[in-house]
């Protein structure tokens, strides 16, 4: 999403599915105009922000929050946005925490 939104990419209208959906995607289809979100995991704060913004969604499992690929605390993305309501601020965090993320994996 961060890729498509970077680029600009026309995405209004469209339905999203992903196995993972936290605050930080939903605040990024959001931006993004989608127009329906399914997710197999949703993360409450995730499901809030869908339903703020009255975006017709789904999930198969609901869970407290997104748990980072360690499964040791809270996922960064997600973490990140904790408390941002805005998805154009969320965007531009989310941007910054993946370029932290890069560079501290090399």
Avoid at 25 to 54: C, K, N, Q, R, T
């Amino acid at each position: 999403m961060l890729d498509w939104l970077s680029e600009k990419a026309d995405l209004h209208g469209f339905a999203a599915a992903d196995k993972i959906v936290g605050k930080a995607a939903a605040l990024l289809f959001v931006l993004a105009g989608v127009s329906a979100v399914y997710g197999e995991v949703m993360s409450e704060a995730g499901l809030s922000v869908l339903e703020g913004h009255h975006i017709p969604c789904s999930y198969g499992t609901l869970v407290p929050y997104i748990i980072n690929r360690k499964g040791t605390g809270m996922c960064p993305m997600e973490e990140t946005v904790q408390t941002v309501s805005d998805p154009a601020t969320a965007f531009e965090k989310l941007l910054k925490k993946r370029e932290e993320l890069k560079n501290a994996a090399r």
